[in-house]
T-cell receptor, first 115, second 111 residues
């Protein structure tokens, strides 16, 4: 595998379910990100991890819980979600966190539907 | 409040035509990035511009950053069907990686 991979690619869950999204980067990067992409809304940054430490939580509801066990893996744990949480969840990684020099490489995303 | 406005929202053209899409803001950004996203994929970075007035060319794509670093444009010459996709602009502030994205321009190039 190369680049940034995400699993599952599609997920349908009920509001009372608990599920997790997984992201893995094979680029040797130090920073990882979760983004939410909804229809008719801009791509929204959710969380940033740099060297496994969370450096940004963009006022995300607690029903989304990130976990970064090492620089190569990032999880997003989901519980008691709402239908409005249905979206494409994108993971990205970069060498560092500079907007000038550090290109963010995105995975293909997980299409989440909450019933 | 939408910090980055992209226009047009949708654009459908014939192969061979030229087009320009815009990214505008009332805020100043230290850098501006353009991405292309194809269906079922994540966005892919095309270019980063950091200097007001900067122009960068990538084959048939020309990117310009406004003098005041509040706006940017992407011009495609002789569009091809492979240019079809969602074009996103993203503004960066300072040296941190927190990017602010626009909603995107969905481009369809028909043969």
């Amino acid at each position: 595998e190369t680049g940034v991979t995400q699993t599952p690619r599609h997920l349908v869950m009920g509001m009372t379910n608990k599920k997790s999204l997984k992201c893995e980067q094979h680029l040797g990067h130090n920073a990882m990100y979760w983004y939410k992409q909804s229809a008719k809304k801009p791509l929204e940054l959710m969380f940033v991890y740099n060297f496994k430490e969370q450096t940004e939580n963009n006022s995300v509801p607690s029903r989304f819980s990130p976990e970064c066990p090492n620089s190569s893996h990032l999880f997003l744990h989901l519980h008691t979600l709402q239908p409005e949480d249905s979206a494409l969840y994108l993971c990205a990684s970069s060498q560092g966190v500079s907007a000038y020099t550090d290109t963010q490489y995105f995975g293909p995303g997980t299409r989440l539907t909450v019933l | 409040t939408q910090l980055l406005e992209q226009s047009p929202q949708f654009l459908s053209i014939q192969e061979g035509e030229n087009l320009t899409v815009y990214c505008n803001s009332s805020s100043v950004f230290s850098s501006l990035q353009w991405y292309r996203q194809e269906p079922g994929e994540g966005p892919v970075l095309l270019v980063t511009v950091v200097t007001g007035g900067e122009v960068k060319k990538l084959k048939r794509l020309t990117f310009q950053f406004g003098d005041a670093r509040k706006d940017s444009s992407l011009h495609i010459t002789a569009a091809q069907t492979g240019d079809t996709g969602l074009y996103l602009c993203a503004g960066g502030r300072g040296s941190q990686g927190n990017l602010i994205f626009g909603k995107g321009t969905k481009l369809s190039v028909k043969p």
